[in-house]
């Protein structure tokens, strides 16, 4: 069964930080792209993070110096790392791969109070 399984989301104040995880079962992970989306209320689903298999990396604007994506292809495993989170960063936040959608997982709730 193909999952997807987001994870080590929470609460934590301004300046705060917090380590994701995404497994992904039931596919092949290593010859994908990862993406890493938020979804805050009455918002879009944004693009975040993107790590290729190569190892190279991109982020949004918004979080360029604060998040650090990484995968581990031998735990079918990728993180983001978020530094100095602000409350912008509050949202639902999904991973997925690239190209090839898989169905979305339940998401990690990260909110961050002022």
């Known amino acids: 069964q193909v999952q997807l399984v987001e994870s080590g989301g929470g609460l934590v104040q301004t300046g705060g930080s917090l380590r994701l995880s995404c497994v992904v079962s039931?596919?092949?992970?290593?010859?994908?792209?990862m993406n890493w989306y938020r979804q805050a209320p009455g918002k879009q689903r944004e693009l975040v993070a993107r790590?290729?298999?190569?190892?190279?990396?991109n982020y949004a604007g918004s979080v360029k110096g604060r998040f650090t994506i990484s995968r581990d292809n031998a735990k079918n495993t990728v993180y983001l790392q978020m530094n100095s989170l602000e409350p912008e960063d509050t949202a639902v936040y999904y991973c997925?791969?690239?190209?090839?959608?898989?169905?979305w997982g339940q998401g990690t709730q990260v909110t961050v109070s002022s």
């Open positions: 997925n791969r690239d190209p090839n959608k898989l169905p």
């Open positions: 039931g596919t092949i992970f290593s010859i994908y792209a």
């Open positions: 790590i290729t298999i190569g190892g190279t990396t």
